[in-house]
């Protein structure tokens, strides 16, 4: 799967033009449209969790409205944005693995992770196959979706639902 990296200190000016040049405006943001990686960041700065805090203590949570302090409407139309573009990324019908040990196949894993995370902070019950679909094209389950798929080792719906 071909990746499109973020910029950052490693990146050179040729690729850093290259994919400025390549960059459009959506919602009032500037990304590469290709980049799997800005529409996860992009999701989760709008959901704005309260579990990336250092400060946070789960125990603290009794509900959806304690966790998401931003618009979680707007987080998850930029995570489903992301998954969008991965879909049309792989071939029709695609039914094969994305190992996660390849460097090129982890921003896949975020974005659907994201979504499926901020899914299942509204829906957890629509959120349960996206988890289960990540645990079998990453058979290894880096990311963690075996424990929150149904059947999972600690698959409990989250707040009641």
């Known amino acids: 799967m071909e990746r499109v990296w973020t910029p950052d200190e490693e990146t050179d000016e040729a690729y850093d033009a290259a994919y400025e040049k390549a960059c459009v ?3 009032g943001r500037r990304l590469h449209p290709r980049d799997l990686d800005a529409y996860t960041t992009i999701a989760y700065e709008l959901a704005d969790l309260a579990d990336q805090d250092d400060d946070f203590d789960p125990n603290d949570i009794e509900s959806e409205a304690d966790l998401v302090r931003g618009d979680l409407e707007a987080a998850l139309s930029w995570a489903a944005a992301g998954v969008c573009v991965l879909q049309q990324s792989l071939p029709y019908r695609f039914r094969d693995v994305l190992p996660y040990g390849e460097l090129d196949n982890r921003p896949a894993h975020r974005t659907v992770y994201a979504y499926a995370n901020l899914l299942g902070l509204k829906h957890p019950r629509k959120a ?5 679909a990540m645990v079998y094209f990453s058979p290894m389950d880096n990311m963690g979706a075996r424990f929150l798929a149904p059947g999972g080792p600690s698959s409990r719906l989250p707040f009641g639902k």
């Open 25 to 27: 405006t959506i919602g």
């Open 128 to 132: 349960a196959p996206w988890f289960t």
